[in-house]
DNA sequence: CTAGGGTTAG
């Protein structure tokens, strides 16, 4: 079967079995290297010197080698002999594609110039007569699909309509409208889809998809929804795919309701919807934070036999992450890897994100090994993810290591968010200097300190007992015009608990200007020794009341811990009291029939102390009225190990506990309990009682 | 890439 010359030269017929290359192509096209493509180049007019060479025969009895000497060819002439090769080889798997690949560049190179061009008919004309004379209907389809200037598109539609025979025109209009899709130009594929009635042209359904998500990207989803509604007026009915897109509209719109109902629908009519829908569907749920009806849209789709794709992983492990879910996100790519998929950069990143999220240093770190190893290169975006991570578990090491690559990378540089996460790291593990070289390293690439530099800042002057820095920075921080948060004060508040007694007043007048309600409580409590109790517990009421949910319980730690450094132990009592009643703390205390327990976990030092000393105080109240205290005794400290400090609460609670010889002792198969006996308890108690110690 | 669906985030 010889190779039909008016055919379109690209259509290899997918049945044949075997390509015969004639020897008559000159030898370099015979690998079908393309020639260097000077535009313009006529591709059309001699297509056979580059492709039509492959004609197609029947030649068994090369069936096992890969290219051979036709036996019949051979003798004759060397105008007509042939090379044999296997279709199914990737031989010749190379050569269609080359050929294919030679012709479709010419036509994008021919698509681009269209871009750029004038939109004047006749330099879209000049462009377009390097095709030749006869063009295919095929070519003129591709050249508009790879066009993105709506200006000229049209022009060029019309040129074809002028010039082609076309069998098909709809697809003209379709892949045109494409081109108003991918400029977001809603009016142009309106005007375009009147015109093409007006020229008797009927839609189809890839012309109602196409404009609908165009609607999407231009987000007016209530326009998609015009036009889906449109359809059957023009005798059109929606399918797989105008569901997919639909779906998908309404997700965008923040219409969930919709959304799912389409589905519903589109499974009532039976279409069968594929893995890339119920992405969409995943994408969906998630977004609204329906963390479960993602899974159970995984779920569904497996049950109705579709094979998830990487996409469809993906999309759940980003959901996962939302979620903060990172054991499922595990779960989910391990199930991955064991069904044969290979993950993608879009995977990699979503369980980098997932683990950062949920503060899984260690398991981020080894995504981002994993990345680097295969040659997949991280954005801003994920270095920064990376790091910030790593600022809030402590991963000071390996920050540095990271932040190195990341400018040694060719594709990143830092921004303000690494520089304050690096800022951030060495403040908190007691740095000084690289946080202040940090400092300078972003000044030099041209980044202003923002607020959160600052906070850092003024958090790693505390730490190092450097008062004077810490006004300084300040001072710096009014300079710049910005106005304090509720974060800087408290870290200005939390520095006051570490600085020495006579160093509090220089804070002090920073914290007034700062914030002057929190300023009055602090002055109240260093300066009025015998201030009522209740007055405090009103100003600190109110400073409770107008502050942010996030930022209370450390302030009321900081504050407590303020008393407590100035021996102000009856003031502790009244703020922990106060936070409790504002549900501050939560769950302090709690009882059972057989076990009573102090829980400290989220306190300050202060104000665990400061728990112990009011816990103490009931059970000697209890003993008082002469009733039994449970079998089992029990303080919860947490683990203790805090990220930046070796010696957690545990630590220093186990200390204090032996210096007031409480007989609590570590439990060993419980991480940060301390429990007692009933019997040592109450004993205990009694000798303090009896020596006078007891609670004042 | 081959006339229709989504894609990169704090």
Not at 353 to 380: I, P
Not at 430 to 452: C, D, R, S
Not at 545 to 550: A, K, L, W
Not at 610 to 623: E, F, G, P, Q, V
């Given at each position: 079967m010889a190779f039909n010359l008016t055919s379109s030269p690209f259509s290899v017929s997918q049945d044949s079995h075997l390509f015969c290359i004639s020897s008559l192509v000159p030898s370099h096209l015979l690998h079908l290297k393309p020639p260097a493509l000077n535009f313009p180049l006529k591709i059309n007019p001699k297509p056979s010197v580059y492709v039509t060479h492959i004609s197609l025969q029947e030649q068994p009895q090369t069936s096992n080698s890969e290219i051979s000497q036709n036996p019949d060819e051979k003798t004759s002439s060397s105008s007509k002999s042939y090379i044999w090769v296997n279709p199914k080889s990737s031989r010749a798997h190379h050569l269609r594609k080359d050929s294919y690949d030679f012709r479709y560049a010419s036509l994008l190179k021919i698509a681009k110039s269209l871009d750029i061009c004038d939109p004047l008919e006749a330099d879209v004309a000049g462009i377009l007569e390097t095709l030749g004379g006869r063009i295919v209907e095929q070519d003129a389809a591709v050249v508009l699909n790879n066009m993105s200037n709506p200006e000229t598109a049209p022009l060029v539609l019309k040129y074809f309509q002028k010039r082609v025979k076309l069998s098909k025109e709809v697809i003209l209009y379709n892949v045109t409208l494409k081109v108003c899709r991918k400029c977001k130009d809603l009016d142009k594929a309106e005007k375009l889809f009147d015109e093409m009635i007006e020229k008797g042209i009927k839609p189809d359904n890839v012309t109602f998809s196409t404009i609908i998500s165009c609607a999407r990207q231009c987000s007016l989803p209530e326009k998609a929804v015009e036009w889906f509604e449109k359809m059957p007026s023009f005798g059109c009915e929606p399918d797989d795919v105008t569901y997919s897109v639909m779906i998908d509209s309404y997700g965008k719109a923040g219409n969930v309701d919709m959304a799912l109902s389409l589905y519903d629908r589109a499974r009532t009519e039976k279409w069968r919807l594929d893995a890339l829908t119920f992405s969409t569907l995943i994408k969906i749920y998630g977004t609204s934070g329906n963390y479960d009806g993602c899974l159970n849209m995984y779920e569904e789709m497996k049950a109705l036999g579709i094979r998830p794709t990487v996409m469809v992983y993906n999309t759940l492990l980003d959901a996962m992450g939302r979620a903060r879910r990172p054991w499922q996100a595990k779960n989910i790519y391990k199930d991955m890897l064991n069904k044969g998929f290979e993950p993608s950069w879009g995977?990699?990143?979503?369980?980098?994100?997932?683990?950062?999220?949920?503060?899984?240093?260690?398991?981020?770190?080894?995504?981002?090994?994993?990345?680097?190893?295969?040659?997949?290169?991280?954005?801003?975006?994920?270095?920064?993810?990376?790091?910030?991570?790593?600022?809030?578990?402590?991963?000071?090491?390996?920050?540095?290591?990271?932040?190195?690559?990341?400018?040694?990378?060719?594709?990143?540089?830092?921004?303000?968010?690494?520089?304050?996460?690096?800022?951030?790291?060495?403040?908190?593990?007691?740095?000084?200097?690289?946080?202040?070289?940090?400092?300078?390293?972003?000044?030099?690439?041209?980044?202003?300190?923002?607020?959160?530099?600052?906070?850092?800042?003024?958090?790693?002057?505390?730490?190092?007992?450097?008062?004077?820095?810490?006004?300084?920075?300040?001072?710096?921080?009014?300079?710049?015009?910005?106005?304090?948060?509720?974060?800087?004060?408290?870290?200005?508040?939390?520095?006051?608990?570490?600085?020495?007694?006579?160093?509090?007043?220089?804070?002090?007048?920073?914290?007034?200007?700062?914030?002057?309600?929190?300023?009055?409580?602090?002055?109240?409590?260093?300066?009025?020794?015998?201030?009522?109790?209740?007055?405090?517990?009103?100003?600190?009421?109110?400073?409770?009341?107008?502050?942010?949910?996030?930022?209370?319980?450390?302030?009321?730690?900081?504050?407590?811990?303020?008393?407590?450094?100035?021996?102000?132990?009856?003031?502790?009592?009244?703020?922990?009291?106060?936070?409790?009643?504002?549900?501050?703390?939560?769950?302090?205390?709690?009882?059972?029939?057989?076990?009573?327990?102090?829980?400290?976990?989220?306190?300050?030092?202060?104000?665990?102390?400061?728990?112990?000393?009011?816990?103490?105080?009931?059970?000697?109240?209890?003993?008082?009225?002469?009733?039994?205290?449970?079998?089992?005794?029990?303080?919860?400290?947490?683990?203790?190990?805090?990220?930046?400090?070796?010696?957690?609460?545990?630590?220093?609670?186990?200390?204090?506990?032996?210096?007031?010889?409480?007989?609590?002792?570590?439990?060993?198969?419980?991480?940060?309990?301390?429990?007692?006996?009933?019997?040592?308890?109450?004993?205990?108690?009694?000798?303090?009682?009896?020596?006078?110690?007891?609670a004042s």
């Open positions: 995977t990699y990143a979503a369980l980098l994100r997932a683990f950062s999220k949920a503060r899984y240093g260690e398991d981020a770190l080894n995504v981002y090994r994993e990345m680097k190893q295969k040659g997949l290169e991280l954005t801003v975006v994920l270095y920064n993810t990376l790091l910030s991570t790593f600022a809030d578990v402590g991963f000071t090491d390996e920050a540095v290591e990271i932040f190195r690559e990341m400018k040694d990378s060719s594709n990143c540089t830092p921004d303000s968010w690494t520089y304050s996460s690096m800022i951030t790291i060495f403040s908190c593990s007691g740095k000084v200097l690289e946080a202040e070289e940090t400092l300078n390293e972003m000044l030099g690439a041209g980044f202003q300190p923002n607020i959160y530099v600052l906070t850092s800042l003024i958090q790693c002057y505390g730490k190092a007992n450097r008062t004077d820095d810490v006004v300084r920075t300040f001072d710096r921080l009014l300079e710049l015009g910005i106005t304090p948060d509720e974060r800087f004060c408290g870290c200005l508040l939390n520095v006051m608990t570490q600085i020495p007694r006579e160093e509090l007043g220089k804070l002090t007048s920073c914290i007034e200007k700062a914030n002057s309600k929190l300023g009055h409580v602090v002055r109240l409590l260093i300066e009025s020794e015998d201030i009522e109790g209740e007055i405090i517990k009103k100003e600190a009421g109110q400073l409770f009341n107008d502050i942010g949910v996030d930022v209370r319980k450390a302030y009321c730690n900081c504050l407590i811990d303020l008393c407590i450094n100035l021996n102000l132990m009856e003031r502790a009592c009244e703020l922990l009291d106060l936070g409790l009643t504002l549900e501050i703390y939560t769950d302090v205390q709690s009882r059972t029939p057989t076990q009573w327990s102090l829980h400290l976990k989220s306190l300050s030092l202060g104000a665990a102390l400061t728990a112990l000393h009011i816990w103490m105080n009931d059970l000697s109240r209890t003993l008082e009225n002469g009733e039994e205290l449970p079998p089992l005794l029990g303080i919860n400290t947490g683990h203790g190990k805090h990220k930046y400090s070796e010696k957690g609460l545990a630590g220093v609670f186990e200390s204090h506990l032996k210096e007031l010889k409480a007989p609590f002792h570590e439990a060993p198969d419980k991480v940060g309990w301390f429990l007692t006996t009933n019997e040592a308890a109450t004993s205990w108690l009694e000798s303090r009682r009896s020596n006078g110690v007891a």
